[in-house]
């Protein structure tokens, strides 16, 4: 029988999302965990961090219950500091154990209540789980997400360092870095994350004797909560690795010129009564071709969310072979929506590599759309709830299908000699603040997005000043400012 690798998992006997206060005491008690810590995500995307040192069982009780009280204004930048008080309140479901503390402690992540004991309006997490729950209202049928999340590996080289001509998938000892990634994989998989695999990715460069190793993790379809904190936990325990190997992880979304970026890909599904409702018999439905139609009306305005710093338009801009045009495609990897490969065909592939008769199992179910656009310096929590409000809009809106049927190439738009064909995503934050402005009032429907958030979002992209900056670049190239350039944004997401 395969064991469960989240080890409260294990000792609890229940899935995660069974715990109550009451497994948790216990587990703290039995375990003898030292420390509890609650943790949260602002602005940023960043893991926060209150520790409490566990002094009587009477103490962790009250603490489970009520929370903690924390300053607002110190964690979101558009909450008055004369009025900033929050709670902070543990999800039992989130618990796991700290892999890399000394002391025993066990991590939770929590939401923020207002002095009233109302979720606040304005949390990342609460807009997430507004956009899901105004999804499944309306449509009667449930939204699934997954991500694939991309990252660079920077170290210094040796002697013994061998470099792959292509990165793709490569292995040891032609990966430097298997290990580390390997290793995030299982820490994952016991902080609660649902990982498929990993693998090296295309990205693989040396400059001025560093290696600039790309690699990248999917996660398994889920809740959209769940595939938020499985996001943030992960960029947490990948940069806790750096740490341990000495080597700099980061999500920056372009970290050179003329070198492969780093996204940040959302795989959806939508299911009815617990069926895959995106294919019918090998063929697109109707809610499918609504759904992208959804997602391209909004794609200007959704990399106000997506692709929330200036570098992120530095990995979009045109000659970086990345999807950048607002079309989509199937099995096309040049769009900004694929329809993935999927598992359609009703024969047994491994029974005819194996020679041998197999049993079939149906595994349509894993059909997905993919939105390739986003990069790792989005807050996974606002991305996942732009993109539901997307989703939504287009399977509420007639003219959806038409969209999608007007957008559809089969086309390599990677193609060097290929003439653009379609419209392209906003080049700068400060085009991007333009679009979520004119879109706006999809994003606030039935209250998700407050307009105090989507004020503080177009502000924040304004900001920047980054209208002439992909100009300058292609006037200066590759120098000495690009560089200083990354740097800045290296840690910044």
């Not at 959209?224 to 980061?250: C, F, H």
């Not at 997506?306 to 801009?317: D, E, F, G, I, Q």
Request: one cysteine or more; aromatic letters at 8%.
């Amino acid at each position: 029988m395969l064991t469960h690798p989240n080890p409260l998992v294990q000792y609890l006997q229940k899935p995660a999302h069974e715990f109550t206060k009451e497994d948790l005491m216990r587990f703290v008690e039995e375990r003898q965990i030292e420390m509890v810590n609650f943790r949260y995500t602002a602005e940023d995307g960043k893991l926060k961090t209150i520790n409490f040192m566990v002094t009587s069982i009477e103490e962790l009780d009250m603490l489970l219950t009520s929370g903690e009280r924390v300053d607002g204004s110190s964690i979101f930048s558009y909450l008055p500091a004369n009025n900033s008080d929050l709670y902070l309140v543990p999800r039992y479901k989130t618990a796991f154990l700290n892999p890399f503390s000394a002391i025993p402690s066990l991590e939770i992540l929590c939401s923020f209540y207002g002095p009233d004991g109302e979720p606040l309006e304005s949390s990342p997490v609460y807009i997430l789980r507004k956009a899901r729950n105004q999804f499944n209202k309306s449509t009667g049928m449930t939204i699934k997400m997954m991500a694939e999340l991309e990252y660079y590996v920077i170290s210094d080289i040796d002697e013994r360092t061998a470099l792959a001509e292509n990165g793709y998938q490569s292995s040891e000892p032609y990966s430097a870095h298997e290990k580390l990634r390997v290793e995030a994989l299982k820490l994952i998989a016991k902080c609660g994350g649902k990982v498929r695999f990993g693998h090296a990715e295309t990205g693989n460069f040396i400059v001025n004797r560093q290696l600039y190793e790309q690699h990248e993790i999917e996660f398994a379809v889920g809740d959209p909560e769940d595939a938020a904190d499985q996001l943030a936990v992960a960029k947490w325990i990948l940069r806790m690795l750096g740490l341990k190997y000495n080597v700099n992880v980061t999500f920056i979304p372009k970290i050179a010129l003329n070198q492969p970026g780093s996204g940040l890909h959302i795989h959806f599904m939508v299911e009815h009564v617990g069926k895959n409702v995106l294919m019918d018999q090998g063929i697109l439905t109707t809610t499918s071709l609504k759904m992208i139609g959804g997602l391209l009306t909004l794609a200007p305005a959704l990399c106000a969310f997506a692709n929330p710093t200036p570098v992120s338009y530095l990995r979009l801009m045109q000659g970086q072979q990345i999807p950048n045009q607002i079309c989509w495609g199937v099995q096309n990897r040049s769009t900004l929506i694929r329809v993935p490969l999927g598992w359609n065909r009703m024969e047994s592939l491994s029974a005819h590599a194996n020679q041998h008769p197999d049993g079939h199992l149906d595994l349509s179910s894993r059909q997905t759309l993919e939105y390739r656009g986003a990069d790792g310096s989005a807050n996974p929590y606002l991305l996942a709830a732009a993109l539901i409000m997307s989703v939504l809009n287009g399977l509420l809106n007639t003219e959806s299908v038409k969209k999608a049927d007007a957008l559809k190439t089969d086309a390599n738009l990677f193609d060097d000699n290929a003439e653009p064909i379609f419209d392209f995503l906003p080049t700068s934050c400060i085009d991007a603040a333009v679009e979520l402005e004119k879109s706006r009032a999809e994003f606030e429907a039935d209250q998700v997005f407050p307009a105090a958030i989507i004020d503080h979002t177009i502000n924040r992209l304004r900001s920047f000043n980054d209208k002439e900056l992909i100009n300058n670049l292609k006037t200066y190239g590759e120098n000495h400012e690009f560089s200083n350039l990354v740097e800045s944004y290296l840690h910044f997401m």
